[in-house]
């Protein structure tokens, strides 16, 4: 595998896509605000004149206060409390109160939880004493259900829960919205509060009813290929997901693809009816890849390269930890060797100084014995030479062989964070 790290020229194609599926920004919950049928008006007096009063819009009634003049049993305080509907569908803090008698400051409430709002009121009634055919607004409860499921319902007791006189001079009634919330009152009011009764609100979704978005989700990487004059941008395969929910098998009608080299796009050409799209060859070396952008109807996949290319960034540099590892070892398995090498030259001279202090200078053999000394001297000195040099191979061999380990691993981590590789060399 040595021959692979050596050559002229080396192009790396790198074949990137993420699904950057173009699925419409959610929009917040967009509320439409339509009249519904009133509750019953509950009273029986022509004193006053007649109201409508209502909340601002955007706003949903969550409670009521009332006041009440013992002596003749009627409401001379009435006002009701309007709460903010949030753009997420929910009720928010912000909220207003609407009065409509004010002939007693002092007011009782009777109001909803957070989170809820009303659907009606219960309304005590309680006879003229000096008329028994007129019947006065004498208290109000409020009836709430939750803002987000009107199926929720929570009732509340009467706003002051007083009763100066016998149960039968009193009659209980309700004025309820059969659909939606409570957004006003209407009835008739002067020095007390005559009758009066619900006006009602529904509030849907603008998007309610209508079938979610179509959108592209690309499912395989396009390809890029090479021939003797063109780059080849292939497609990749797609999944056409009808109304968000039903998978189909993408139709394709245009493709945009852009050859990008280093992060920068060096063409671009659009093609309908195929898969491929080609490019002049460049000489000029770098990292290619294919950038596309798929169109089905009115939905768009888009292949992007930012996000692949910090994941490629981040496998390069653990290859090149990788390399500078491999480096480190081969230059400290070389130094070891020198060492042991120094060592040995050391002990060889060691060896032929000790030979020679114990020669017989005047013995026949003298120089024959010298000559020895150094011929074994000039031999050790070969071996461990010899040795040194096999070492240095055998660490050269270590080093390529963990350069060619790293550069396999390398290309499996491409593949595994799904990048397609192409390498090319001459």
């Known amino acids: 595998m040595r021959s692979i790290l050596k050559g002229f020229v080396r192009l790396i194609a790198l074949m990137i896509l993420i699904a950057s599926i173009s699925i419409p920004s959610t929009v917040s919950a967009a509320l439409i605000q339509k009249a519904a049928p009133a509750g019953a008006k509950w009273g029986k007096s022509d004193g006053g004149g007649p109201f409508t009063k209502t909340c601002p819009a955007g706003y949903v009634a969550t409670g009521v206060a009332v006041a009440n003049a013992e002596s003749f049993g009627y409401t001379t305080g009435f006002a009701f409390t309007c709460t903010q509907i949030l753009e997420d569908g929910t009720l928010g803090t912000a909220a207003t109160t609407i009065t409509q008698v004010t002939n007693s400051p002092s007011n009782s409430p009777s109001v909803c939880a957070s989170g809820y709002a009303l659907v009606g009121v219960r309304v005590l009634l309680r006879v003229d004493p000096n008329n028994a055919a007129v019947y006065y607004v004498n ?25 100066l ?10 004025s309820s ?32 009813g209508k079938p979610s978005p179509s959108y592209l989700i690309a499912k395989e990487l396009p390809k890029i290929s090479q021939n003797t ?32 080299r280093d992060g920068v796009s060096v063409g671009s050409v ?22 596309e952008q798929a169109r089905q109807e009115n939905s768009l996949a888009i292949s992007e390269s ?25 230059v400290r398995s070389d130094e070891a060797a020198r060492q042991a090498y120094l060592g040995a030259r050391a002990a060889a001279a060691r060896k032929a100084d000790e030979a020679r202090d114990v020669i017989v200078t005047a013995a026949d053999d ?7 000394i150094g011929l074994a001297y000039s031999n050790d000195l070969a071996d461990s030479r010899s040795k040194y040099l096999a070492d240095k191979a055998k660490n050269e061999d270590l080093l390529n062989a963990a350069r060619e380990q790293a550069l396999v691993n390398y290309y499996k ?5 799904g990048i397609s590789i192409l390498v090319t060399k001459s």
Do not use: H
């Open 139 to 163: 208290d109000l409860g409020a009836n709430c259900a939750k803002f987000t499921d009107r199926s929720v319902a929570q009732n509340m007791t009467m706003a002051r829960n007083v009763k």
């Open 165 to 174: 006189g016998a149960n039968n001079e009193y009659q209980d009634r309700d």
């Open 177 to 208: 919205c059969s659909s939606g919330f409570v957004t006003g009152f209407d009835g008739r009011s002067g020095a007390g509060l005559d009758y009066a009764g619900v006006m009602c609100s529904t509030f849907t979704d603008e998007n309610e």
């Open 229 to 260: 004059t063109s780059f080849v941008c292939t497609g990749g395969e797609f999944v056409f997901m009808r109304y968000g929910a039903f998978e189909e098998k993408a139709a394709i009608t245009e493709r945009v693809f852009q050859l990008m």
């Open 270 to 291: 659009t093609v309908v009816g195929k898969t491929e799209g080609s490019f002049p060859k460049s000489a000029i070396s770098g990292t290619y890849y294919c950038w």
């Open 306 to 330: 930012n996000s692949r290319i910090e994941k490629i960034k981040e496998i390069t540099r653990f290859y090149k930890q990788e390399l500078r590892k491999a480096s480190e070892t081969r």
């Open 366 to 372: 003298f120089y024959a014995i010298l000559r020895g």
């Open 413 to 417: 981590a491409l593949e595994t964070a």
